[in-house]
């Protein structure tokens, strides 16, 4: 369970509110899509939500634990690929991985089962082995997501985790995502894809110069704008000279 509770984020310098009053609960189970156009406070939101920012206001609850208050708890509630991943270049794939079960406490078998499957999921198997300076985008990329399953945390944040996969990897994504949906557990991600949020998400958020510009289900955001697409209903509402309601 994710939640927002009335959360801003103003950073220093800055004149305008990056998110601003963002309220929304994210329940277990629930595949949730987070979309918006560049700049509109994704990743603020999601750097919020995985403690790596401090709200300027506001608070951000991690299957019920506070994270300004109790952050290492809610932090190992979670798993977390962001944008871009940027890794220790100097460790090997399989150093990472270590690295990552070491700080979380994750046994050597459970360890070993994690790593075997998802490696073998996202064919990195061969690579583990070599350091990461040497990885592709897209090799980094599923690092990252692997490292981010290795504690099988309950609430899963992915920050655009299709870009840079190839069209094997980004499936294989998909699935399982859906599979830690099936588990009960709670996958947040923001997504400039579209079609995939259609067709994945239980439920999806806009987000447009930093507020929420729509949440729901796509039948009811479709119903609800009239609109055929999740596609249309983004031009729409992110359309400039879009009156949002105060
Ligand atoms: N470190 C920072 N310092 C100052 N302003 C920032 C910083 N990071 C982001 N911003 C600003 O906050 C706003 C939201 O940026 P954010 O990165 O959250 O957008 P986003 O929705 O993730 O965009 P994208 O789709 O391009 O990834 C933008 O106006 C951006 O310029
Ligand atoms: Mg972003």
């Given amino acids: 369970m994710i939640s927002f509770e ?34 509109a406070g994704k990743t603020t939101t999601i750097k919020m939500l995985t403690g790596i920012l401090r709200p300027t206001e506001g608070r951000v609850f991690v299957d019920g634990t506070d994270m300004a208050s109790d952050p290492i708890t809610a932090k190992r509630k979670l798993g977390f690929v962001p944008d871009g991943a940027d890794l220790f270049d100097r460790l090997t794939g399989m150093e990472y991985l270590n690295f990552l079960g070491d700080m979380y406490g994750v046994s050597a078998s459970d360890r070993k089962a994690r790593m075997e499957k998802y490696l073998d999921l996202f064919e990195l198997t061969d690579a583990v082995g070599g350091r990461i300076a040497g990885y592709s985008k897209g090799m980094r990329q599923k690092l990252a997501t692997i490292g981010s399953l290795i504690h099988d945390p309950d609430v899963w944040v992915l920050d655009e985790p299709m870009m840079g ?30 079609d995939v949020a259609e067709k994945l998400c239980t439920r999806v958020a806009l987000i447009h110069h930093g507020r929420l510009a729509a949440e729901g289900t796509i039948e009811a955001l479709k119903n609800a704008e009239h609109a055929e697409s999740l596609e249309q209903i983004f031009l729409e509402l992110t359309e400039d000279g879009h009156q949002e309601e105060e």
């Fill in 6 to 39: 009335n959360v801003t984020k103003q950073y220093l310098k800055s004149s305008v509110k990056a998110v601003d009053g963002l309220t929304l609960k994210v329940e277990a189970g629930e595949l949730f899509g987070f979309i918006g156009p560049n700049g």
């Fill in 165 to 194: 996969l190839d069209p094997k990897a980004s499936y294989e994504l998909k699935e399982e995502m859906k599979r830690q949906c099936a588990q009960g557990k709670t996958v947040f991600f923001s997504t400039h894809v579209l």
